[in-house]
């Protein structure tokens, strides 16, 4: 039984109140997330994979799959049970006739080779029949407009004159901004593939390490645990305070401060965790600073409750940081929405009043980034409930210093 | 001294035959082939990342990267010299003002800190900016239609009235279509450690093993040579004949036909290759078809020179799987161009009339995938000359039966 991640009731209450028929998903993660069907060449080909699903506003739970022909024996094992699919073009598969076909053999055996003339002649036109099984052809449809090519697009508006397609980028994030339980067990599940991670890279950290070591350890840890590697930042010292760099043969010195800003992915959800450790005592200033920043986080943390907006976040936990110990503290932004993307909403910053809403699952970040000395920066992973955030990441609130002979 | 990537004749040339004055970049590999510039956060988060490089016909040497201010100290690493730079955006840093700051500490401050009011307010008002820069403002730009938000090139019209811009997808993948000396010695370097995974997960191959298992293996490798992972398709038996699917428990038989379609990145290069193996003696007939599909490669290869089209390149691979073995064997291309994307043009396929060149790479991939029975596939690097093309892979051209005690 494959997971129905689509928050259902949700979907169906937003696009209610902003007149929208239907969904018509065009990325990865929006088409995994009405669907289920993981479309890999979203990763392998950015600029040339065209794959969708489409949903009506009163059939939520029959996405239809519009794909390469191709994906037939993923959309078999993986989609939802009452998922359709329509596929473009034609592959050359041939059959052993002695053989017993498994159920998805059979099932590729009919779509490409028994019906091949069933596949649409092109991706236009296979969006046209998802459209039309699924009773789109007018109405207001919400299309993934950063994923769907312009010539797709134009050609479809053509073929269909009758839909009124819009932008739907924003309503498909917002739809799941709140996190379902299935949503929440897998962020769980990602953040402690993560959290091993950096254990592991500083299992091997120790003066004259490059930060490319523990790197390369982090990421033989992530993709151990059958997960995605996302983004490894690791950088000593002043490196962890100037930004991101491609170069990472650093050496790490004693009581150097290491700044981990890092992420992965499983099963769809990622991570995007930050800390700071060193081998042998820092300069002081790093743990106080380093306690002030979680003392931002925290104040923040607290807030994560409904009633409270994206930007009241923002100020407790900028006022918390620069109540306690670093008074000069500034930061556009503290945090963010974490799920199927890296970035999902709510942007914790002043300018963003998205209401806080019981289970909507956050980054909250408060790092000081400061020239010539150190990148300060925890960063943790935490779910709104009525009473107040929960903190959801296991790592140890303090700098860690390791002292190790060597 | 950082590399210039682009082929700046062949771009020169393309774009005056086609009328173009200036490029606009706006994905990873096409800022990256301008400018050296490594904008992570495309991988990151590839729907919400907004970095641009522009160039003029008449200054290809001399890019200008149109990016987040957080790409500071990225840019003042990588860009290639008289590389200019356009931010947008605020970013909170602080300086140690005991420390001496290194020269890109110091580009960090001058940008970020102390002329943070030269930044552009919005990425509209950047782009408008590098356009002027360059002298774009009117005559005719080709920009990258499938990396530009569509919100942003409204946005940019309205105020840059004046520039024709034009989609520019394909003919940045036509200047890219021929590579520079630099680009093959990189096409090597990565190819070399996609080899070197292959051999490290048979390593582990043996019967009882999962297709997880040596999934993971191939992985550590790419990982622990600060590649990139890409995709890794090892499948076992039959369900090498079905295609991608995402579950990968299966358990290893003797005998077993074991297919690699895998794929990594280094330095911005992709790889694309397969093979097949068995642990022990496998059915007969799959050392017989692999050795057609491998007699496919080979006419191809030898197609792969300037007089030669995409086409014929295609027609002559499939006459020699059919005169070798397979005389059913059928496929809608039979490989493509590699580099920056993992699918450079040309399409090695009937309707694809591209003239082979000189320097030119493609993968040649001739597939047999039978359901029930089993996939048989050898995929190999080929660079184009004047006599014919030269096979860039190191792995062996037999289906590779590893006898083990165990």
Known sequence: MNEQLLNRPRASHLMEREGVDGLLAATFENVYYLSNVWMENFFVLPRQTQGFAIVARDKLDRPIVVASIGEVANYSESAVSGCGLITYGQFYRFVNEQAQLSTGETTVKERVIDHADRSRSNVVEALAGGLEEAGLTS???AYDERGLFIETFAALKQRLPDVNLIPGY??????????????????????????GAMAAAMRVARPGVTEQDMIEEFERYVVSRG?????????????????????????????????????????????????????GEPDERCIRYFDATVAGIDAAAA??????????????????????????FGRT????????????IPLLAPADSTPIEDGMVVQIETPYYELGW???????????????GKNLTALSRKFEVVRRDS
């Open 333 to 344: 932004h503290v945090g963010h929405g974490i799920g199927l993307e890296v970035y999902d």
């Open 303 to 328: 807030a994560m409750r409904p009633g409270a907006t994206a930007a009241d976040v923002f100020h407790a936990a900028v006022a918390a940081v620069r109540a306690n110990g670093i008074p000069h």
């Open 227 to 279: 997960a995605k590697v996302m983004f490894t930042q690791i950088a000593f010292g002043p490196r962890g305070g100037q930004g991101y760099v491609m170069k990472r043969n650093a050496v790490l010195s004693e009581g150097e401060v290491i700044r981990f800003d890092v992420g992965c992915m499983l099963d769809g959800y990622n991570t995007d965790i930050a800390r700071n450790f060193s081998i």
């Open 170 to 195: 924003q309503l498909f994030r917002r739809i799941r901004a709140v996190k379902t339980a299935e949503e929440q067990r897998r962020l769980e599940a990602v953040l402690r593939v993560n959290e």
């Open 374 to 388: 150190a990148g300060i920066q925890p960063e943790d992973t935490v779910v709104a409930t009525p009473s107040g």
């Open 139 to 141: 109405g207001t449809v």
